[in-house]
């Protein structure tokens, strides 16, 4: 069965403290991937879309990079802001538009 | 200008009662989806239509019955409403049902059944 998993489960980091979150997926045959940003409260926003592995994606503090097995969302000297969990979410080739979701990474950025 | 809107944004319910959420978009999509986020936070697609025609529908009970009456709203009804509908309700569209659209999704409806 096609799955996504995120990892870590929650994140705590200093302001300015730069770090990673993973995103893997086992998938019969991997159509894009999506990164989402969802604060306490609020739907899901949109913030990248990667297509093919080695692809980048840049935004501010953020830059999302994708391989054959995962991505990442890499996040350069963050700041309180960008406390938020953010979500991975692919569509399989299999499964037309239908986006799969990860279970999400809480990030926490202390001031 | 909100793109996605939703109501209720709070649902607080006894079980067995039937009751319907609304979704509207000003975005001039064509492909409208439910998506539901339960206690884990696992959001999982529900229905997704297409110019008013249903094109995903997972497996969701039959109490369950999306409509879609132009292709800027889709409402969700519930009927016999259990303790485990209780979770987060999103509503999302995109320009088209064409793969790899960008999703926009509205504010959530949080369903407490009780």
Sequence with gaps: ?111 | DTAVSQTPKYLVTQMGNDKSIKCEQNLGHDTMYWYKQDSKKFLKIMFSYNNKELIINETVPNRFSPKSPDKAHLNLHINSLELGDSAVYFCASSHSSVPLETQYFGPGTRLLVL
């Design chain 1, 1 to 111: 069965e096609d799955q996504v998993t995120q990892s870590p489960e929650a994140l705590r980091l200093q302001e300015g403290e730069s770090s990673s979150l993973n995103c893997s997926y086992t998938v019969s045959g991997l159509r894009g991937l999506f990164w989402y940003r969802q604060d306490p409260g609020k739907g899901p926003e949109f913030l990248f879309t990667l297509y093919s592995a080695g692809e980048e994606k840049e935004k501010e503090r953020l830059k999302a990079t994708l391989t054959k097995k995962e991505s990442f969302l890499h996040i350069t000297a963050p700041k309180p802001e960008d406390s938020a969990t953010y979500l991975c979410a692919v569509q399989f080739i299999q499964g037309a538009q239908k986006l799969v979701f990860g279970q999400g990474t809480r990030l926490t950025i202390n001031p």
